[in-house]
C-alpha cells in the first residue's frame, strides 16, 4: 500500500500564500503521474495541478498564474506553491499518484481555508 501524506495547510488571509508538500515513497514522485486535487463542501473533487513522470504539467484555470506544483526527488516530495489566495480556494487539498490504470493512491487531505 502507499502511503501519500499531505502537510502545510491552514488558515490565510486572502492574498496570502500556502506551501503544501505530499511525502511518497520515492519511487512514486521520480516514476509517476502525480497532482494535486481539491473538494470544497458541497462540490466534487476536482483537479488543480498534475504533473507528469516526464515533466509535463497542467493546471486548471483557476490556478493558472497563482499555483506552482514541482517535486523534489532527494526528498520524495511534491509540493504546491499557492499564492494571491482567495476565499473560493478554501477546500480539502489531496496529493494523488497514479502508477497505472489500476493503481491510484490518495492521501487523507489537508484544509485549506482563506478567509479573513
Known amino acids: 500500500q502507499v502511503r501519500l501524506v499531505e502537510s502545510g495547510g491552514g488558515l490565510v488571509q486572502p492574498g496570502g500564500s500556502l506551501r503544501l508538500s505530499c511525502a511518497a515513497p520515492g519511487s512514486i514522485v521520480s516514476s509517476n503521474t502525480m497532482a494535486w486535487y481539491r473538494q470544497a463542501p458541497g462540490k466534487q473533487r476536482e483537479l488543480v495541478a498534475r504533473?507528469?513522470?516526464?515533466?509535463?504539467?497542467v493546471y486548471a484555470d483557476s490556478a493558472k498564474d497563482r499555483f506552482t506544483i514541482s517535486r523534489d526527488y532527494a526528498k520524495n516530495t511534491m509540493y504546491l506553491q499557492m499564492n494571491a489566495l482567495k476565499p473560493e480556494d478554501t477546500a480539502v487539498y489531496y496529493c494523488?499518484?497514479?502508477?497505472?490504470?489500476?493503481?491510484?493512491?490518495w492521501g487523507l487531505g489537508t484544509q485549506v481555508t482563506v478567509s479573513s
Open positions: 504533473i507528469s513522470s516526464g515533466g509535463r504539467i
Open positions: 494523488y499518484a497514479e502508477v497505472n490504470a489500476y493503481n491510484r493512491y
